[in-house]
């Protein structure tokens, strides 16, 4: 399951991102590396269920359906903020970066609303330019994948250049696993470029790398703090300069006010929601804040944005789909009777015999064919899975 990193420089607000996606108690305030070691939890997604379209009762087994929707649980992580330099160790940050290894997407949560310098320190809104924090937290990424990719690199380019390509394949991947960067990621990207590694220079190897984590570990901009109104220009100036890339803006505050509120019955909330309703009586300030964030956050955006870029990321970026495998195509059942059990999120190529794989490796092994549930239909192990398929699949006992 692909893991979401979430970064940017010190308090953007990652961490009050992390715990309002996991509702988990972390360290929040508001001054410069609260987070130092880094906070793992499981967020989820919202995929609309199938339970509505065939009038059943689910009775979900890997995730939970409110009012038809499945909430599927994924993984994120909180790290410590980056400075610039921090591929070179600056403010610790060669170790903070290594803990993103893992992650196959990642959320850079930028403070919109410049109230706060480029390492963090508070100013007053709108006195630092955002913009400067996508540039240098892209360098960072970029410059700590290059550093270690570039170690004898040229060397062994030239060295690999009388043997055949598979070889140079063989080299970068080795090179570039502990980045969890796959071969097929490397090779697709190496497509793309018609000049030959051995002959590639410091410019050429670094574009490399930019198209690679573009591929390997796509990066969302959160553009965070958007309840304050200097983020709003900002905001505009971003998606202005950044053109090709994906822009949600967000209010971490908001969306953890909202979902603390939700738990403690003060409003009906649910994550991702236009709107909440008070349920209480509550205090002048506390009636208040909660209708800024109707005013400035919710009926401006539509949303907090919190819950969107995390699906966002999901389902854009990594490109993923969700499926519904079932046993008994005309019940929906698990073997233990569990009406539509399971959703399984797979990347958006991913063929029948795959999807048996994930669930089992003899149901892979012993595949026979699957049952498109939705259409009654056969197919084969090749077939394409599509987003909100049910799937049954048949296997050689
Ligand atoms: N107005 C506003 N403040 C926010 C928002 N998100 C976070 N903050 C505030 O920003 C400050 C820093 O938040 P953290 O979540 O600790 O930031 P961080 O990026 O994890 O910081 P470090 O761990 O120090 O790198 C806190 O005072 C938060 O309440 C937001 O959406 N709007
Ligand atoms: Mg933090």
């Known amino acids: 399951m692909p893991i979401i990193g979430i970064i940017g420089k010190p308090n953007a607000g990652k961490s009050t991102f992390f715990s309002a996606l996991t509702m988990q108690n972390v360290k929040i305030a508001p001054f410069p590396f609260t987070t130092i070691e880094p906070n793992k939890g499981i967020a989820y997604v919202r995929v609309k269920c199938v339970c509505e379209e065939f009038k059943v009762k689910d009775n979900p087994r890997n995730s939970t359906c409110i009012n038809g929707t499945r909430f599927v649980p994924i993984e994120v992580l909180d790290v410590a ?11 610790l940050g060669n170790k903070f970066l290594d803990e993103l ?17 480029i390492e963090g320190r508070i100013i007053k809104p709108g006195q630092h330019d955002p913009i400067e924090d996508v540039k240098f937290i892209d360098e960072e990424i970029t410059m700590w994948i290059y550093s270690h990719f570039q170690e004898n690199f040229e060397k062994d380019m030239k060295r ?11 080299y970068m991947e080795r090179k570039l696993s502990g980045f969890s960067i796959t071969r097929k990621q490397i090779a697709k990207v190496l497509e793309k470029i018609s000049k ?11 574009n490399f790398i930019r198209m690679l984590i573009m591929e390997a570990k796509p990066i969302l901009i959160a553009a965070n703090k958007i309840d304050i109104p200097e983020s709003w220009k900002n905001l ?6 950044f053109k090709d ?19 403690q019955s003060i409003i009906e909330y649910l994550p991702g929601a236009n709107d909440f309703k008070i349920l209480k009586d509550i205090d002048e300030k506390k009636r208040n804040a909660l209708n800024y964030i109707r005013n400035n956050v919710l009926k401006r955006f539509g949303s907090t944005g919190v819950q969107d870029a995390i699906e966002t990321c999901y389902f854009k970026l990594l490109n993923y789909i969700a499926v519904f495998p079932v046993e008994d195509q005309n019940k929906l059942t698990d073997h233990e009777g569990r009406v539509l059990p399971d959703v399984f999120l797979v990347p958006n190529n991913t063929t ?19 049952i498109d549930v939705r259409k009654k239909q056969r197919i084969g192990a090749d077939y394409v899975l599509k987003h909100r398929d049910v799937i049954k699949i048949v296997a050689a006992k």
């Open 236 to 241: 505009e100036r971003m998606r202005e300069i």
């Open 196 to 206: 030959k590694p051995s002959q590639w220079n410091t410019e050429d190897t670094k």
């Open 160 to 170: 690999l250049a009388q043997e055949d390509e598979s070889k140079v394949l063989d």
């Open 81 to 91: 903020g980056l400075v610039p330099e921090a591929w070179k160790g600056r403010g």
């Open 101 to 117: 290894r893992k992650s196959d997407a990642l959320i850079h949560v930028v403070d919109a609303s410049g109230s706060t310098d």
């Open 245 to 263: 890339r994906i822009i949600v803006p967000t209010s971490a505050e908001a969306e953890l006010a909202l979902r603390k509120a939700a738990e």
């Open 352 to 370: 029948a015999r795959e999807l048996a794989y994930l669930i089992h490796t003899e149901l892979g092994d012993n595949f026979i064919y699957a």
